[in-house]
């Protein structure tokens, strides 16, 4: 049986070549602009890996072999997945390669935002050496301990859970509304769920990790900032479209609430000159939570062990359209 492997984060497949030396399956590498060998390669290949191909219904039409398509990541709206179930051929994503990272990167901002580092290290490069000059206007010291502050999360997921466990240790409060766990698993963790209102309006910090769904769209919007502490930050490390970016931008230049770090807009990239960077308020990273070399490997590793798991006879561990 043969695996093919064409990906845009694969320039060279030496990370797929060990995994596939264990087993006897042949394994076609082709490189990803090679859009051509890739058409007449999907036709009798029994398994393929990919991170960016679209693959539609007449591309799964084309082919004889196929049991399943591995999507290196997580978001797999680039397949037809409901055309691969009528041909019976599996489609399996990769949700938890990255936690590690999203986690660390969402507690990051969360510490950034706490201790004013990125304002002291612009001031400093400015020539402003004064630990007061975070104050605002009114004199007030925008910095606490964090023993003093309580961390809101909105949905208490894989990354959410190891975001409390990273933050936890510094001191935090940590409160969480989804409406999908259970009290004893947020008790275990000694995280309270609270409702949406409660978590608004008594967080010092607010973190998205909920996937973005017809409910979770703009769930931070106008009304939601108001509910808000006028001292709370929000970070946003999940998806663009969770916040409003109009009402994010108004009450952030308005001084609704303090500040707010977002890895993700809701166009990406955002649009140079786009209102949004000209507030002092608001750090904005480039969708880049998930980064690491390690994220990588584990993600290309994953993707090739889920392959060779169903062509072994075995359930996939993570199928998206069963
Ligand atoms: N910035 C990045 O690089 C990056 C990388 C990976 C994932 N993400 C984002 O992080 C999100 C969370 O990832 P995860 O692995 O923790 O997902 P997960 O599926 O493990 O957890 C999501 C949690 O959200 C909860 N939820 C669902 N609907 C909700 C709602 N209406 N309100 C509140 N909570 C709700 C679910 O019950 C679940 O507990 C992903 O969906 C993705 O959008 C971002």
């Known amino acids: 049986m043969k695996i093919l492997l064409s990906s845009v984060i694969v320039p060279h497949p030496d990370i ?3 995994i596939i030396e264990k087993v006897n399956y042949d394994f076609v590498f082709v490189p990803n602009e090679d859009e051509e060998t890739f058409l007449e390669e999907i036709k009798s290949a029994d398994a393929i890996v990919t991170a960016d191909k679209k693959i539609d219904a007449d591309m799964i039409d084309s082919m004889t072999n196929c049991k399943v398509i591995v999507r290196q990541g997580i978001g797999f709206d680039s397949i037809d997945i409901a055309k691969a179930k009528q041909k019976g051929i599996y489609v399996c994503n990769v949700p938890d390669y990255s936690v590690e990272e999203v986690s660390e990167f969402t507690v990051a901002l969360l510490l950034m935002l706490a201790r004013h580092l990125n304002v002291y290290a612009e001031h400093v490069r400015k020539g402003i050496w004064d630990i007061q000059s975070v104050y605002d206007i009114a004199g007030y ?70 996937p973005l769904t017809e409910e979770t769209f703009h769930i931070i919007d106008k009304e939601a900032f108001k509910k808000m502490k006028k001292t709370a930050y929000l970070i946003n490390t999940a998806r663009g479209p969770h916040v409003c970016e109009e009402d994010l931008y108004e009450a952030l230049k308005g001084k609704v609430i303090a500040g707010a770090a977002i890895d993700v807009t809701e166009t990406e990239p955002l649009p140079k000159n786009h209102k949004l960077l000209s507030l002092e308020n608001l750090i904005i990273t480039p969708h880049a939570a998930f980064f690491t070399k390690d994220s990588f490997e584990e993600l290309r590793k994953k993707a090739m062990e889920e392959a060779i798991r169903v062509l072994d006879g075995k359930a996939p561990l993570n199928c998206v359209n069963k």
């Open 16 to 18: 797929e070549e060990k």
């Open 141 to 210: 010291c925008p910095m606490r301990r964090s023993s003093t502050q309580t961390l809101g999360i909105v949905g208490f997921g894989k990354i959410a859970r190891l975001v409390a466990k990273k933050a936890k240790p510094f001191g935090f409060k940590i409160i969480s509304f989804d409406p999908y766990v259970s009290k004893e698993v947020a008790d275990s963790m000694n995280v309270e769920l609270v409702s949406l209102d409660t978590l608004l309006e008594n967080s010092d910090f607010i973190t998205i990790n909920a």
